[in-house]
């Protein structure tokens, strides 16, 4: 990966992480178009540098995710990120199975762009605006929705919990602020488990073994985490890279969630629907052509 590949995704992911049209998509389409090698270290850099995009809310949103004293706001969030957890787990081969399907991942845009057209009409009685008066079972159904976008890549997680959020009857910014902090364990999460199948899959590139064999090699913690297995993950280059993305998706990603506010309260979701179907359509046509 050169630093200028970085940039480039970093970008990508920063404006996309928490606007309704999948930052998934966005990088796998970015992949297909520029023609990026497939690496181990790249599949994590895709994953991690969304934790910089994440930190973004945090900051943005200090003084909410410090208020120590407010307990049941983290535990809200704890409750909501369980579906997503459980279904990752039951669901590891068809998401890994999908997440190469660009076919697959372009027809769930284009799917997911004329849902975001027509939800504004769906849900107009919202009542709730603050995430002080999100209930438990109303987070749990939440992070429920959550779910849709794992097992339909391209979805958009940020798009299915802020349906979610409407769909019990939280106001659009409201549903879009507690999916920004439900990305935050969310994340976290995803970020660990990539971490581990990437420095477990350069474990089996340098060591030349075949992933027919894998399933019969067991592999100690202690050598896949060995500094010997981490230094070939994160070469100079690789990690001057990881921390261009960092940086660069952590400050785009601040900019954008306040445009992807401001967008919201005025306009709703349409704008985003026909931006998805568009670039859908013509991820289509350019794997046709292929």
Known sequence: MTTIQAFILA????ITEFLPVSSTAHLK??????????????????VMIQLPAILAIVVLYWKKFFEFKNLF?????????IPALIFGVLFKKHIES?????????VVMIVGGVILIFIDNFFKQSVITDEKDISYSTAFKIGSFQVLSIIFPGLSRSASTIIGGMSQKLTRKAAAEFSFFLAVPT??????????DACKGNYLVIN?????????????????????????????????CFIIGCVTSFIVAVIAVKFFIEILNKYGFKFFGIYRIILGFVMLALLFLK
């Open 98 to 106: 999908a997440l190469g399907n660009l076919w697959f991942i372009s």
């Open 208 to 240: 030349h073994i075949s992933e027919l064999q894998e399933s019969n090699i067991k592999i100690s913690l202690s050598q896949i985490f060995s500094k010997e297995n981490l230094s070939t993950l994160f070469t100079q280059s690789n990690t001057i």
């Open 73 to 81: 706001f983290y535990l809200k969030l704890m409750i909501a990120v």
């Open 29 to 46: 389409f970015t992949d297909f178009i520029m023609g990026y090698e497939r690496t181990p270290f790249r599949d994590m850099f895709e």
């Open 11 to 14: 970008i990508i992911e920063g």
């Open 187 to 196: 994340m976290v999460a995803a970020s660990a488990k990539s971490f581990f």
